[in-house]
């Protein structure tokens, strides 16, 4: 598990859940408890004398209950008992013990980083104190508990050149007397009271010694070998050792130097190989830190901590002592430290900065070394700045054959910044067996289990608070904290600390932190602050806060206590899970919250307030007279379907537990306002009425918090698969809107005034569910369309179905709440979603024209002052749309800009020509009336707009700069010719319908035609068929494509001048293959009337031209010469229509190509099946099939016309070439 720092937070107020509890009973093991004191920074530990007659044993006093049992009492929920500062499943953090009046008047207001206090908790003696600069103040502890604790006061030696605190050790004498008290000044001035009782009287009785210092050398450490013997070290590596002895009636105190004895130096000086190994040269230095190590019969070892060496020296009862090891171990743990995989360990030994602050000896023997080091970590807001952080660590030794090695390093849970507390030197303490590590920090103790990856610390809140003792048994489980403001008791459950899981455990830590800020963070008198532990991993902060919050959302009893008043309980739960989001917020951890983690934190808020607004609501239309209610029925059904319907109150049972599940309770609202539509006994009007208002209430309250909420939770939107809009929420919101506005539109079986009521109160929430289907499915569509959601199987086909159905709904919407009485809401209600297109349309609801009397002139005037563009392109959409162009132009003055836009963007040549020619733009005008023509199916509308078109081209000559482009110009031409043709068949055949009197039908007038005009298909089913059609389409006004022009040209029969037919068919073909060279930009080479047609289809519309010119004349009969002259055989070649037709084509100025003149056997190829397709898209495949057979029909008839044999084809060509040159044809001899 790594950690990040977590510098202090704001003041956050932490509430207490239970009863204090009493420190463990029983006897302290001799010799392992011990009381070490350093200047200002005290870690305190207590042992008996193991020689002295006077030592006992002394432990803590009990301050309440037994633990176990104060656990226990809480089984019912009730955690926020009196008393409790903190707890989690390892530990307990209660009320011990108040400061006394004197100690809290001196701390009072104090400011701990200018004036240096101390302070240590004697587990040993039950005393404690704290100590100024000049004053030593002590007290038992213990007896605070139960009254007024006895102050006993001392005046201080004084440091006149540190001005630091004293160093102390409190002497036990036993449980018959008071305690002595040995305090040191750094200047080495030593005073020794033989009992604290005379701190009553002044304290002015004590025994004082000078420790004899260099110049220059200081006391850096105190520390409690046993009830008699004292050892203190100085700033150059030397230390001493204080006895307190008696002489029967009074004590004393001497003391000396660490030494050998005089004898042994002696006999090492003429006898050196005595001793198997030589004694280590000792090195000076400052020493930080001295602990005890095990005690054998020659003498107890005493373990150093000089500067980044350690020392162990062998301290015997005979008054002297020997060095046995000097190692620097500083590169070792530098090594250690380096072989993790920490991220924020420096790859250089000065940047790494490595500190040795604290030594302890743990039973086996094995040393523990508190160490520090300069990490670099990333902000908590995520961005790339780092600062600097001193880490922390424990690194267990083990000395073997005279030298020292690491065995591991753990980290601690607490990091130091700039902005962190008081500065003090950290000191560990030894629990239970040493298995558990706990650190003293000025405003935080962290503890460190040595066997598993337990880590947590207890931090203070107030940043004029700070630590000043901590006191334990080594052997047992308690933890005594002594701080400015109070003394607290922590016990810790070493069982669970056993059993603490690696891979859960750091989220359940995560979420006991969370928990306990959320139970004890409205308690004012907690002194603890509750933040997450450096580095917090991500998994584990978001795995603990999902749970912490559906713990909340189901009224976990160990969270919440029971209460009745189920308004007041939801209300507590809302902001439980405030506070939560708080909470995470001011320990900046938010950036390592996923996006989803946050959304789903969010939609339990959401369903929360939902559920409490909507509680309200209930109890306002809640009457024990109801017969009926909709909600509550809905409840019992969905708590029976979840198998959880054994509840006297079924409606607080589901408010209390099945929030969470808010969204599905609405499935089973609308399921009982659908029966409530045919079963007996049910009123539809009210269950209506109630269903409305409870979806309403539930999905606008959900989306309400999130919109004025959101921000707290960092929500991007849109909302990933948002529970206010999931698809079931879709479909009740919209059948809901159906249904009622169904109701109230027609009549129903409830009558009289009660059902009227009712009726009045559906309309009135018309508004409400139809600006509800808005919001979810505008929400629904946001989440759709975003890149998570693209990823989702079946997205687009959701995407495009809600897409057409909000579209299609929309109007109808609006246009119901305008309809029942709301124009209001439905104006305010477009404009809210953008719905401009709907907005548009609500404007023209009334009157429309003239624009002047519409009565929401105001409003279209209001919208395109707002919205301006954007309205303005929707208004005229819908305006031409609704075929209202009248109203369109008739506002060409007030709006012409954004007229002139909206064709711009929306390019309609159809009608953008009448604002060109408004506007005086005619060459643009004539440009869209060509291309307009060309699609245009109506005769008469093509002539016109050909006509106006070809006087626009003509009136910019009035146009600056401006001139006629003549190619356009023949474009007209060309476009009116086409349309002459039109007009000249509609002409012959309206005489042929003249000679019928009577009213007759289009396909009556077609079949007249036929019969007068088409003798020659009567054989020719399919083909007669295709003429009646393009006939019967002529009648009605429809202009037709070249195609069908060239069939009613060449199919009719063409006797006397109607042979002139065929010319005109050929000329028609040739114009819509030839392009006229018109300039691109001008855009007419593709509407060059008649139309633009495939090259393929145009060759063959040239052979069915052919087909039917050879076709037109009995060939076999015209070569039957016998007893003709030459002058009759030219004569008829000369009737021919081949002749007519090629003496009008070859008379052309522009000549036909290669393939406009064709012989027999190059015409005789059909048009393909494909290409009739094509031509007739919707035509029978069997119709198609007999067309090809009577088109391939009429090539065979060619070939076997003989046209092409006996120079037949050569000389009508002959006479043709003759006629245009003015001379007489040459005779050609024809067979008989």
Same mark, same amino acid.
């Given at each position: 598990?790594?950690?990040?720092? !977590? =510098?202090?937070?704001?003041?956050?107020?932490? !509430?207490?859940?239970?009863?204090?509890?009493?420190?463990?009973?029983?006897?302290?093991?001799?010799?392992?408890?011990?009381?070490?004191?350093?200047?200002?920074?005290?870690?305190?530990?207590?042992?008996?004398?193991?020689?002295?007659?006077?030592?006992?044993?002394?432990?803590?006093?009990?301050?309440?209950?037994?633990?176990?049992?104060?656990?226990?009492?809480?089984?019912?929920?009730?955690?926020?008992?009196?008393?409790?500062?903190?707890?989690?499943?390892?530990?307990?953090?209660?009320?011990?013990?108040?400061?006394?009046?004197?100690?809290?008047?001196?701390?009072?207001?104090?400011?701990?980083?200018?004036?240096?206090?101390?302070?240590?908790?004697?587990?040993?003696?039950?005393?404690?104190?704290?100590?100024?600069?000049?004053?030593?103040?002590?007290?038992?502890?213990?007896?605070?508990? *139960?009254?007024?604790?006895?102050?006993?006061?001392?005046?201080?030696?004084?440091?006149?050149?540190?001005?630091?605190?004293?160093?102390?050790?409190?002497?036990?004498?036993?449980?018959?007397?008071? =305690?002595?008290?040995?305090?040191?000044?750094?200047?080495?001035?030593?005073?020794?009271?033989?009992?604290?009782?005379?701190?009553?009287?002044?304290?002015?009785?004590?025994?004082?010694?000078?420790?004899?210092?260099?110049?220059?050398?200081?006391? *850096?450490?105190?520390?409690?070998?046993?009830?008699?013997?004292?050892?203190?070290? *100085?700033?150059?590596?030397?230390?001493?050792?204080?006895?307190?002895?008696?002489?029967?009636?009074?004590?004393?105190?001497?003391?000396?130097?660490?030494?050998?004895?005089?004898?042994?130096?002696?006999? !090492?000086?003429?006898?050196?190989?005595?001793?198997?190994?030589?004694?280590?040269?000792?090195?000076?230095?400052?020493?930080?830190?001295?602990?005890?190590?095990?005690?054998?019969?020659?003498?107890?070892?005493?373990?150093?901590?000089?500067?980044?060496?350690?020392?162990?020296?062998?301290?015997?009862?005979?008054?002297?002592?020997?060095?046995?090891?000097?190692?620097?171990?500083?590169?070792?743990?530098?090594?250690?430290?380096?072989?993790?995989?920490?991220?924020?360990?420096?790859?250089?030994?000065?940047?790494?900065?490595?500190?040795?602050?604290?030594?302890?000896?743990?039973?086996?023997?094995?040393?523990?070394?508190?160490?520090?080091?300069?990490? *670099?970590?990333?902000?908590?807001?995520?961005?790339?700045?780092?600062?600097?952080?001193?880490?922390?660590?424990?690194?267990?030794?083990?000395?073997?054959?005279?030298?020292?090695?690491?065995?591991?390093?753990?980290?601690?849970?607490?990091?130091?910044?700039?902005?962190?507390?008081?500065?003090?030197?950290?000191?560990?303490?030894?629990?239970?067996?040493?298995?558990?590590?706990?650190?003293?920090?000025?405003?935080?103790?962290?503890?460190?289990?040595?066997?598993?990856?337990?880590?947590?610390?207890?931090?203070?809140?107030?940043?004029?608070?700070?630590?000043?003792?901590?006191?334990?048994?080594?052997?047992?489980?308690?933890?005594?904290?002594?701080?400015?403001?109070?003394?607290?008791?922590?016990?810790?459950?070493?069982?669970?600390?056993?059993?603490?899981?690696?891979?859960?455990?750091?989220?359940?830590?995560?979420?006991?932190?969370?928990?306990?800020?959320?139970?004890?963070?409205?308690?004012?008198?907690?002194?603890?602050?509750?933040?997450?532990?450096?580095?917090?991993?991500?998994?584990?902060?978001?795995?603990?806060?999902?749970?912490?919050?559906?713990?909340?959302?189901?009224?976990?009893?160990?969270?919440?206590?029971?209460?009745?008043?189920?308004?007041?309980?939801?209300?507590?739960?809302?902001?439980?899970?405030?506070?939560?989001?708080?909470?995470?917020?001011?320990?900046?951890?938010?950036?390592?919250?996923?996006?989803?983690?946050?959304?789903?934190?969010?939609?339990?808020?959401?369903?929360?307030?939902?559920?409490?607004?909507?509680?309200?609501?209930?109890?306002?239309?809640?009457?024990?007279?109801?017969?009926?209610?909709?909600?509550?029925?809905?409840?019992?059904?969905?708590?029976?379907?979840?198998?959880?319907?054994?509840?006297?109150?079924?409606?607080?049972?589901?408010?209390?537990?099945?929030?969470?599940?808010?969204?599905?309770?609405?499935?089973?609202?609308?399921?009982?306002?659908?029966?409530?539509?045919?079963?007996?006994?049910?009123?539809?009007?009210?269950?209506?009425?109630?269903?409305?208002?409870?979806?309403?209430?539930?999905?606008?309250?959900?989306?309400?918090?999130?919109?004025?909420?959101?921000?707290?939770?960092?929500?991007?939107?849109?909302?990933?698969?948002?529970?206010?809009?999931?698809?079931?929420?879709?479909?009740?919101?919209?059948?809901?809107?159906?249904?009622?506005?169904?109701?109230?539109?027609?009549?129903?079986?409830?009558?009289?005034?009660?059902?009227?009521?009712?009726?009045?109160?559906?309309?009135?929430?018309?508004?409400?569910?139809?600006?509800?289907?808005?919001?979810?499915?505008?929400?629904?569509?946001?989440?759709?369309?975003?890149?998570?959601?693209?990823?989702?199987?079946?997205?687009?086909?959701?995407?495009?179905?809600?897409?057409?159905?909000? !579209?299609?709904?929309?109007?109808?919407?609006?246009?119901?709440?305008?309809?029942?009485?709301?124009?209001?809401?439905?104006?305010?209600?477009?404009?809210?979603?953008?719905?401009?297109?709907?907005?548009?349309?609500?404007?023209?609801?009334?009157?429309?024209?003239?624009?002047?009397?519409?009565?929401?002139?105001?409003?279209?005037?209001?919208?395109?002052?707002?919205?301006?563009?954007?309205?303005?392109?929707?208004?005229?959409?819908?305006?031409?749309?609704?075929?209202?162009?009248?109203?369109?132009?008739?506002?060409?003055?007030?709006?012409?800009?954004?007229?002139?836009?909206?064709?711009?963007?929306?390019?309609?040549?159809?009608?953008?020509?009448?604002?060109?020619?408004?506007?005086?733009?005619?060459?643009?005008?004539?440009?869209?009336?060509?291309?307009?023509?060309?699609?245009?199916?109506?005769?008469?509308?093509?002539?016109?707009?050909?006509?106006?078109?070809?006087?626009?081209?003509?009136?910019?000559?009035?146009?600056?700069?401006?001139?006629?482009?003549?190619?356009?110009?023949?474009?007209?031409?060309?476009?009116?010719?086409?349309?002459?043709?039109?007009?000249?068949?509609?002409?012959?055949?309206?005489?042929?319908?003249?000679?019928?009197?009577?009213?007759?039908?289009?396909?009556?007038?077609?079949?007249?035609?036929?019969?007068?005009?088409?003798?020659?298909?009567?054989?020719?089913?399919?083909?007669?068929?295709?003429?009646?059609?393009?006939?019967?389409?002529?009648?009605?006004?429809?202009?037709?494509?070249?195609?069908?022009?060239?069939?009613?040209?060449?199919?009719?029969?063409?006797?006397?001048?109607?042979?002139?037919?065929?010319?005109?068919?050929?000329?028609?073909?040739?114009?819509?293959?030839?392009?006229?060279?018109?300039?691109?930009?001008?855009?007419?080479?593709?509407?060059?009337?008649?139309?633009?047609?495939?090259?393929?289809?145009?060759?063959?519309?040239?052979?069915?031209?052919?087909?039917?010119?050879?076709?037109?004349?009995?060939?076999?009969?015209?070569?039957?010469?016998?007893?003709?002259?030459?002058?009759?055989?030219?004569?008829?070649?000369?009737?021919?229509?081949?002749?007519?037709?090629?003496?009008?084509?070859?008379?052309?100025?522009?000549?036909?190509?290669?393939?406009?003149?064709?012989?027999?056997?190059?015409?005789?190829?059909?048009?393909?099946?494909?290409?009739?397709?094509?031509?007739?898209?919707?035509?029978?495949?069997?119709?198609?099939?007999?067309?090809?057979?009577?088109?391939?029909?009429?090539?065979?008839?060619?070939?076997?016309?003989?046209?092409?044999?006996?120079?037949?084809?050569?000389?009508?060509?002959?006479?043709?070439?003759?006629?245009?040159?003015?001379?007489?044809?040459?005779?050609? =001899?024809?067979?008989?």
């Amino acid at each position: 598990m790594s950690f990040s720092p !977590a =510098p202090r937070r704001p003041h956050r107020v932490n !509430a207490a859940r239970r009863a204090a509890q009493s420190p463990l009973q029983g006897h302290v093991p001799r010799g392992n408890s011990l009381t070490a004191t350093r200047r200002a920074t005290p870690v305190l530990r207590g042992t008996p004398d193991r020689a002295s007659p006077f030592a006992d044993d002394v432990s803590m006093v009990s301050a309440s209950s037994d633990a176990e049992g104060s656990r226990a009492s809480t089984s019912d929920g009730r955690l926020r008992a009196e008393g409790v500062f903190a707890r989690s499943d390892q530990l307990d953090a209660v009320f011990y013990a108040n400061l006394p009046v004197e100690v809290k008047q001196v701390l009072k207001n104090v400011d701990f980083y200018t004036s240096p206090y101390s302070g240590e908790v004697d587990t040993l003696t039950g005393f404690a104190l704290v100590s100024t600069a000049q004053k030593c103040f002590v007290w038992k502890h213990a007896q605070a508990l *139960t009254g007024t604790p006895t102050c006993y006061i001392f005046a201080c030696p004084l440091d006149y050149v540190l001005g630091t605190t004293p160093l102390h050790c409190l002497v036990p004498f036993g449980s018959g007397r008071e =305690p002595g008290l040995i305090l040191i000044s750094s200047s080495g001035e030593t005073r020794f009271w033989d009992s604290i009782a005379s701190g009553l009287a002044g304290g002015e009785h004590f025994v004082s010694i000078q420790l004899g210092l260099s110049t220059g050398e200081t006391v *850096t450490t105190l520390t409690r070998a046993d009830a008699v013997t004292y050892i203190a070290s *100085t700033s150059i590596g030397r230390l001493l050792r204080l006895t307190v002895t008696s002489d029967g009636s009074k004590y004393h105190i001497a003391h000396h130097i660490f030494s050998r004895p005089q004898s042994a130096h002696g006999l !090492a000086r003429f006898l050196p190989g005595l001793w198997a190994e030589p004694t280590p040269q000792i090195e000076k230095g400052y020493v930080s830190s001295v602990a005890l190590g095990k005690e054998s019969e020659s003498g107890q070892d005493v373990w150093a901590l000089v500067n980044a060496r350690i020392q162990k020296w062998n301290m015997t009862a005979d008054d002297w002592e020997e060095v046995v090891l000097d190692e620097e171990v500083i590169s070792k743990i530098r090594d250690a430290v380096r072989a993790t995989n920490w991220s924020n360990v420096p790859l250089s030994d000065y940047e790494l900065d490595l500190d040795m602050l604290d030594l302890h000896v743990e039973k086996t023997g094995k040393l523990l070394l508190l160490c520090s080091y300069f990490g *670099t970590e990333h902000d908590a807001v995520g961005e790339n700045s780092t600062r600097a952080r001193r880490v922390y660590l424990v690194a267990q030794m083990s000395h073997w054959v005279g030298s020292l090695s690491v065995d591991k390093v753990t980290t601690i849970p607490y990091q130091t910044t700039s902005s962190s507390g008081a500065p003090i030197r950290p000191r560990m303490t030894l629990m239970a067996s040493g298995s558990l590590v706990a650190v003293q920090f000025g405003d935080a103790v962290a503890l460190c289990s040595r066997e598993t990856e337990y880590r947590d610390r207890i931090a203070l809140k107030s940043a004029s608070d700070r630590t000043l003792g901590l006191g334990a048994v080594e052997q047992g489980s308690e933890l005594l904290i002594m701080t400015a403001t109070t003394i607290m008791k922590v016990v810790v459950d070493m069982e669970k600390v056993a059993d603490f899981d690696p891979v859960t455990g750091g989220a359940n830590i995560v979420k006991s932190i969370m928990t306990q800020a959320v139970l004890y963070g409205t308690n004012p008198e907690n002194p603890l602050d509750f933040s997450f532990p450096p580095g917090v991993d991500e998994g584990s902060l978001m795995s603990g806060a999902t749970q912490l919050s559906e713990s909340i959302l189901e009224s976990d009893p160990e969270l919440l206590r029971p209460n009745v008043d189920m308004q007041a309980q939801l209300q507590s739960r809302e902001e439980l899970l405030s506070f939560l989001i708080q909470f995470i917020n001011d320990n900046a951890v938010l950036p390592k919250v996923s996006q989803t983690c946050r959304q789903q934190l969010a939609s339990h808020a959401e369903k929360q307030f939902a559920a409490r607004e909507l509680w309200l609501m209930h109890n306002k239309y809640q009457s024990v007279t109801q017969s009926h209610s909709v909600l509550n029925e809905a409840i019992h059904n969905y708590l029976s379907a979840m198998r959880d319907d054994d509840h006297a109150d079924p409606e607080r049972a589901f408010f209390r537990k099945h929030v969470s599940r808010l969204g599905e309770l609405m499935v089973y609202v609308m399921d009982v306002t659908r029966r409530s539509s045919y079963e007996m006994n049910r009123k539809l009007l009210e269950a209506l009425m109630e269903a409305n208002r409870v979806v309403y209430m539930i999905i606008d309250s959900g989306m309400h918090f999130r919109r004025n909420y959101g921000a707290k939770y960092g929500i991007q939107e849109p909302m990933y698969n948002p529970w206010t809009s999931a698809p079931p929420m879709i479909d009740i919101v919209f059948e809901l809107f159906n249904m009622t506005t169904k109701i109230i539109e027609t009549p129903t079986v409830e009558t009289g005034t009660a059902a009227q009521y009712v009726k009045e109160e559906l309309k009135k929430q018309i508004p409400d569910i139809g600006g509800l289907v808005f919001g979810c499915m505008t929400e629904r569509l946001d989440w759709l369309k975003s890149p998570v959601a693209a990823t989702e199987p079946g997205n687009d086909k959701e995407k495009t179905d809600l897409q057409e159905r909000f !579209a299609a709904s929309r109007p109808q919407i609006l246009d119901t709440i305008r309809r029942v009485g709301y124009p209001e809401k439905a104006f305010h209600l477009a404009e809210y979603y953008h719905d401009l297109r709907s907005l548009a349309s609500l404007c023209h609801k009334d009157k429309v024209y003239p624009p002047d009397e519409n009565p929401y002139l105001s409003k279209i005037q209001a919208s395109l002052d707002h919205f301006r563009e954007a309205f303005a392109m929707e208004l005229f959409q819908w305006y031409v749309e609704n075929g209202e162009l009248r109203t369109l132009f008739a506002q060409q003055e007030r709006y012409g800009d954004y007229i002139d836009m909206y064709f711009a963007q929306h390019p309609n040549p159809t009608i953008s020509w009448i604002n060109d020619i408004g506007k005086g733009r005619y060459g643009a005008a004539s440009e869209s009336l060509l291309e307009v023509a060309k699609g245009e199916g109506t005769l008469e509308v093509k002539h016109l707009m050909l006509s106006i078109g070809k006087l626009s081209q003509l009136a910019q000559l009035h146009e600056p700069n401006a001139s006629v482009e003549e190619k356009v110009l023949n474009a007209f031409h060309d476009g009116l010719d086409f349309i002459s043709v039109h007009e000249t068949l509609l002409e012959k055949f309206r005489v042929v319908l003249e000679a019928h009197k009577g009213k007759q039908s289009h396909d009556a007038q077609a079949d007249t035609v036929v019969r007068a005009k088409a003798k020659s298909l009567a054989n020719r089913k399919y083909t007669m068929r295709l003429f009646k059609d393009l006939i019967r389409q002529l009648l009605q006004g429809k202009a037709l494509g070249v195609e069908d022009i060239v069939d009613l040209l060449t199919l009719k029969d063409n006797d006397g001048e109607e042979m002139e037919d065929y010319t005109t068919a050929l000329q028609l073909v040739d114009e819509a293959k030839v392009s006229r060279g018109i300039p691109s930009n001008v855009e007419v080479a593709d509407h060059l009337v008649p139309q633009d047609l495939p090259k393929i289809r145009i060759k063959s519309a040239v052979r069915s031209v052919w087909r039917r010119i050879y076709m037109h004349d009995d060939w076999a009969t015209i070569k039957q010469t016998k007893n003709l002259t030459d002058a009759e055989l030219t004569a008829r070649l000369q009737n021919t229509a081949l002749y007519q037709t090629l003496l009008s084509v070859l008379s052309l100025e522009s000549h036909p190509d290669e393939y406009t003149l064709l012989r027999p056997r190059d015409c005789q190829e059909p048009p393909s099946a494909e290409e009739i397709s094509a031509r007739f898209p919707g035509m029978d495949p069997d119709a198609v099939e007999a067309l090809v057979d009577e088109f391939e029909a009429e090539g065979v008839e060619v070939i076997e016309s003989g046209v092409d044999e006996d120079g037949i084809w050569e000389r009508v060509l002959e006479l043709v070439r003759q006629a245009q040159e003015g001379g007489p044809g040459r005779d050609v =001899p024809m067979e008989g």
